[in-house]
């Protein structure tokens, strides 16, 4: 499966972005997916998941209760709305695809977008 990231941006601190990542190739609706972020010089950290029929979710402690992730599957989209931005959420955005649902490790994912920048000013 091949994954675009979209919808990265400059956003003042206390708004809102919604990231997109589109899938193409093999069939989108049977991967659990993952939205995860990295700022240089640290390792990809996982932000939220969502299993690949849309019915469970889970998220890092740190954007519980702001971050929102969803999917359509008629769409082979994943989605991540983020709210209540902080300037420590600045960083590249990336989604990553898996068969098994439930990981938070980055090296879990077989399949990765290019990554979207989202920086958030104070």
């Known amino acids: 499966v091949q994954l675009q990231a979209s919808g990265g941006g400059l956003v003042q601190a206390g708004g809102s972005l919604r990231l997109s990542c589109k899938a193409s190739?093999?069939?989108?609706?049977?991967?659990?997916m993952g939205w995860f972020r990295q700022t240089p010089g640290t390792e990809r950290e996982f932000v939220a998941g969502i299993a690949s029929s849309g019915g469970s979710t889970y998220y890092a402690d740190s954007v519980k209760g702001r971050f929102t992730i969803s999917r359509d599957n008629a769409k082979n989209t994943v989605y991540l709305q983020m709210s209540s931005l902080k300037p420590e959420d600045t960083a590249v955005y990336y989604c990553?695809?898996?068969?098994?649902?439930?990981?938070?490790?980055?090296?879990?994912?077989?399949?990765w977008g290019q990554g979207t920048q989202v920086t958030v000013s104070s």
């Open positions: 990553g695809a898996r068969l098994v649902y439930g990981s938070r490790r980055p090296d879990d994912y077989a399949y």
């Open positions: 190739g093999s069939s989108f609706s049977i991967y659990t």
